[in-house]
Structure formats: C-alpha cells, structure tokens
C-alpha cells in the first residue's frame, strides 16, 4: 500500500484537519516503512539466519536480531561461554522497565543503571514484568590474579514474565553475567527481545585478558580511552594497560614532581590530572576493567626529565632527544634515566607515590624494555660512575648497572606504597634473556612477552617459573603493517595482524612447538593484551586499529576455543555491528552490511 501527499494543503483546511492529518501520518507511516520493506529473516536448516523475502515468513516481518536470538544456540554471544549453554525462546521486552532485587552496594546499582541505559533509545512498549535478581557474594571484591569471574546466569520465563538470576563470587563475575543479559537482548527501531529460556555457567580460561594503549607518542582525549574501556567491557576484556609516558611526552601530573608536565607534555591541554585518572578509574572499575598504568623506565625516559640541573639535582636523564638516534634508542626521540644520579630515585619514588594515589588496583607496569648500552657508554658520568663501582663496560657490566636500578627502584616503589608490593610487571628485555634472568624474582615479577612467538626467551620463562602475559608482537601488535613513519616502505613489524591471526594466538601450541608440553607448565602464562603503540594513531583511528581485533583476543584469553577462526566469523561480525549500533564503539568494518544480514554467505567456499 501507497499513500500519496500533496505538498501543499489547501488554504481552507482548518487547524483541526490539519492536526488530524498529522496524527493520521504518524499512525501510518510505521506500517508503510514495514509494508515497503520486502525482505524478512528465516532461521534455515543449518541455524543459519537468511535474508527472505517477506513471504517466506507469512507477510509478517521478522526482525534479524530476533532471528539470531532464536535460530543458533550463543549466536549473539562474545565470548562464546565456557560452560553450559541452553538458550531458547524470545520475549518482547523494555529493559528500563526491569528491576533489580535486592540492591546492597552503589556498585552494582550503577553497572545495573549503566546495562538499562545502553537500551535508552528503544522505547518501544512491553507488558512482560523482568525482575534481576543478584545472588553476588561479594559486591566489593577486587580485580587481581586469582579473582574469581564465574557466573550462572538463569532466565525463567512465567505467564508472560520473567525472572532472571545471576549468581556469583564476586561483582566482576555478576557484572559478567550482566553483559551476556545484554547480548540476550537484541532490539531493533523501538522493539526489543530477549531470550526466554537460559541456563549459562561461564567462567574465564585466564585472569589478564586485555589491550595497551599508548598515550605518549600521541595524546588521547579521555572520551577516546573511555571509548576503549568500553569496548573491554562488553567483551568481557579486564584490563585496560595504560602506557601513559615514554621518551616522547610526560602527560602525567605528578602533583609532587609538577615539572615533569611542565617539561614533558605536548601542551597545557594535553595531560592527565589526578581528577582526569580517577575518574577513568571509577568508570573502567563499573565496567569490570583494572586500570594498570606503567612507568616505563630505565629505557624510555627523556622528555619530562629535563628540569633537574636548574632544580640542582644534576642531569636526571641522559641522551634525550640525541641525533643521530640510531645510535642511542629504536626510534625518536631518545631518552634514558641517569643511572649515576642518586636523586633520580627521589624523583621516581615521588612519581611512584602520585601513581598510586591516582590508580588504584592490585598492578603495576615498571616498564623495562629496549635498553640502548650504546647510550650509557657514550655518557661520561655514566662511564666515570661505572669505573668507581668496578663496573666493566661490557654487557655484563651494564647490566649490573640496570640490575642496581632494577633493585632499588623496586624498593622505591615499595615504600611509595607503605611497604607493600603490588603486582609487578615488567617487559621482556635483556634482562630477560637466559643469562640475565637470574636478576629477576618469579615471586615478585610477573613478564609481559612481547618478543615473536619462537623466540627462545618463552620456553625459558615458563620452566623458571615466570607468570607471562602474551604480547607477542608477530599476533598482537595492532600498529603493525602500515606504512613506515621514518623512511619509506612499511613499518618494523610488518604484515597487519589481522583479526584470525589474534583469534589463533594460542600459548600453548607456541610453548608446545618449543618442547613444553606439560599443562603444569602452560599454567604460568596468564593471559594476554593486544598493543596499540601509538606513533601512528589518534583519537581519529585509535578505535579502529583497537577494534575488533582486540574482541578477538577476548575469545581466546576467555574461552580458550578448540574451533578456529572460521567458526567464529558470524558471531564476531554480528557481534561488531552491534557494538558500534548499540554501544557507539565503532572499530574497524569487517564486512558489507549485506553480509551482516546474510549471515554465512560472505565466505571462501573452499574453506
């Protein structure tokens, strides 16, 4: 049916025609766009939802996100869980109309204001009555290395109502139940529907699952970071790394060490007050997300140092912004700390106390990657420090020296955070390496592998007894396979890691291919985070190098699949489309709409 409108309305029409017309339109213009839309969805025989014409489904138009709720068992849910799954059914509903019981923390209340809110924008109408009942042992809990995230998530349908129960250990493992509610309810225009029937117990294969982001060689607004952790969120991701400084820029304020921003900040505008962090913190916190910032550090270190010799605390860093800078860092701009300067340490212990004022949480990052020898050696009051210690200058004596760091910054850190430690992380360096790793506590470190997937230092690590989080830059370094920013051709790292590639970023075929084969063994490494270093991105492409690739390291790290990649490329791309529709976290497009809403069409026949 087609209705047909003047564009003009005849001058003897009253107000009250004109009022009626008005109210006819908006009466049946919902009915006309249904009525011109020739196409419905159809769940087929392999529980696959096809596109159809309108026909195939009695004239009646059935909404996709209906379909996939009903047609394939999880076929809305990222990560896929880890234990039972019996979905069935859908039920017309109105989130902001569910109610919560009992509430007893502010925390939850608000993660369970945040999930209502996410469905704001459907208004359409429902009769049904969902009560969410919480059954959360501890609202309180904390993030860290043996938090318990299961959950149970039961959904009960009665004489057009529905009860849903979640049930867990602790608020993160709630909150989790919660997300996979929401991937549950799938809406479009005004309508949404919400699976009937469900029994789910979930629970993550590793503790660490996450992204670095960079935010030193090139500033990120707080709405981009906020952007990313919400995209951690949904996919049940819990760690946001934040490289907050590096040898480029400083933009950490450091309220006991103001001059560090002074120096070291792009400009006024762009650093990170104590207010700014906390804030971040608190709303990652809601989301399930830890916070862990890093210091990177001995190596790293050059502008923000730049202020000790007018302050009389002599050269706090050495080598900075130093040309020609092959010779003296991997890229420019070069920078690392005064080893020979004893008051470095006050100014570290100082930066260290404001950090953890700021972030709060069970982890930090100290950094500790890419030391230049190079650049010590041609420092004099490095060498003349050197030679009053007994110091060769041979790699053995340099790392002498950086284990003199290592000590005492560790120390530092620990009467920073009244005499307790926290979680320490540090990079795969020198120091990390067979011979040297005898420097290193496993009790104490824990090391974030970001060398290739073969090199030796993996095996090596694990036997020791190391816990390792998987960085390894041959899978999960996302600014890979773009052009170069110094020289011409392509960048270091090259090819781009595409999504499949992170998805099959398994340790423990890497530690197997090296001979460790016992499960006791693959224990040690306890997750993973893609890395976003940021020497060619901004908040204009941060979220699309970030997404959806970094979703993809969400199943691995969560679910651990058997299945490769191909099984799951319907549910992560649907899963994308309705991350950037529902959420507006918008990453990279992996397919043609078409193919979101011809599902298992766009596809190599051959694999």
């Known amino acids: 049916m087609k209705v047909s409108v003047s564009s003009g309305i005849n001058a003897e029409y009253g107000e009250t025609s004109l009022q009626s017309m008005m109210i006819f339109l908006l009466l049946i213009l919902p009915a006309l766009a249904s009525a011109d839309f020739a196409w419905s969805y159809k769940c087929n025989a392999n529980q696959v939802c096809e596109r159809v014409p309108l026909a195939e489904t009695d004239n009646v138009y059935n909404p996709l996100p209906k379909c996939r709720l009903e047609c394939k068992t999880g076929g809305t849910l990222w990560p896929y869980p880890t234990g039972t799954v019996e979905i069935e059914g ?29 469905f ?97 060689r090139n500033f990120m607004s707080l709405e981009t970071i906020r952007r990313v952790i919400e995209g951690l969120s949904a996919a049940k991701l819990n ?9 480029h820029s400083f933009p950490f304020y450091s309220k006991s060490r103001p001059r560090m921003t002074e120096w070291g900040a792009y400009s006024p505008e762009m650093i990170y007050t104590e207010e700014d962090i906390k804030e971040i913190v608190k709303f990652a916190d809601i989301r399930g997300v830890r916070v862990v910032p890093e210091l990177d550090a001995p190596a790293h ?6 202020w000790g010799e007018e302050e009389g605390l002599g050269k706090l860093a050495v080598c900075v912004n130093r040309d020609p800078w092959e010779k003296y860092c991997v890229e420019p701009p070069c920078g690392q700390m005064n080893l020979a300067n004893p008051n470095l340490y006050d100014v570290v212990e100082d930066i260290y106390r404001d950090m953890l004022d700021s972030f709060t949480g069970t982890a930090f990052h100290i950094g500790g990657d890419e030391v230049n020898f190079n650049c010590w050696n041609t420092t004099e009051e490095i060498t003349e420090y050197m030679a009053k210690k007994g110091y060769p200058r041979t790699e053995e004596g340099f790392m002498e020296l950086w284990n003199e760091y290592q000590e005492t910054a560790l120390a530092r850190f620990q009467r920073a955070n009244n005499g307790k430690l926290k ?13 040297f790793l005898k420097y290193l506590d496993p009790k104490v470190y824990t090391v974030q592998y970001w060398e290739r997937s073969d090199n030796k ?15 390894n830059y041959d899978d999960l370094y996302l600014d890979c396979g773009f052009g170069a920013w110094v020289g011409e051709g392509n960048n270091w790292c090259s090819p781009y890691k595409g999504w499949q590639k992170i998805y099959q970023n398994d340790p423990k075929k890497y530690l197997a291919a090296q001979g460790v084969t016992d499960p ?20 204009q492409n941060a979220l699309a190098k970030i997404f959806p690739r970094t979703y993809a390291l969400a ?25 950037e529709k529902q959420r507006g976290v918008y990453g990279n497009t992996l397919k043609p709409e078409w193919c979101v809403q011809s599902q298992g069409i766009c596809k190599l026949n051959n694999l």
């Open 239 to 247: 760690t946001f790394h934040w490289h907050i400084t590096d040898t």
């Open 301 to 306: 270190s050059g502008n923000g140092y730049q």
């Open 520 to 539: 006791a063994k693959w224990k040690h490494i306890v997750g993973g985070e893609t890395a976003l270093w940021t020497e060619q991105a901004g908040d």
């Open 423 to 435: 979680d320490m992380i540090l990079w795969t360096s020198h120091m990390t390496e067979p011979q």
């Open 457 to 471: 230092q993996l095996p090596n690590l694990v036997n020791k007894g190391f816990n390792v989080i998987m960085s």
């Open 120 to 216: 704001s924008k459907h208004n359409g109408s429902s009769d049904a009555k969902v009560t969410v009942i919480f059954q959360i042992a501890n609202e309180v809990s904390e993030l860290d290395m043996k938090t318990d995230e299961s959950y149970r998530l039961i959904v009960q349908e009665f004489g057009g109502a529905a009860n849903v129960v979640i049930t867990a250990q602790t608020f993160q493992g709630g909150r989790h139940g919660l997300e996979t509610l929401s991937q549950l309810i799938q809406c479009e225009g005004d309508d949404c529907y919400m699976s009937s029937r469900v029994t789910i117990t979930d629970s993550p294969k590793y503790p660490w699952r996450g992204v670095l982001l960079d935010t030193s």
């Open 90 to 118: 859908a039920l017309k509903v109105q989130p902001s109309n569910f109610h919560l019981h009992p509430v007893r923390e502010k925390r939850t209340e608000e993660a369970f204001a945040l999930f209502q809110s996410r």
């Open 555 to 579: 199943e691995r790290y969560w679910s651990d699949p058997t299945t490769g990649w191909f099984e799951a490329e319907p549910r992560l791309v649907y899963f994308t489309s309705a991350m």
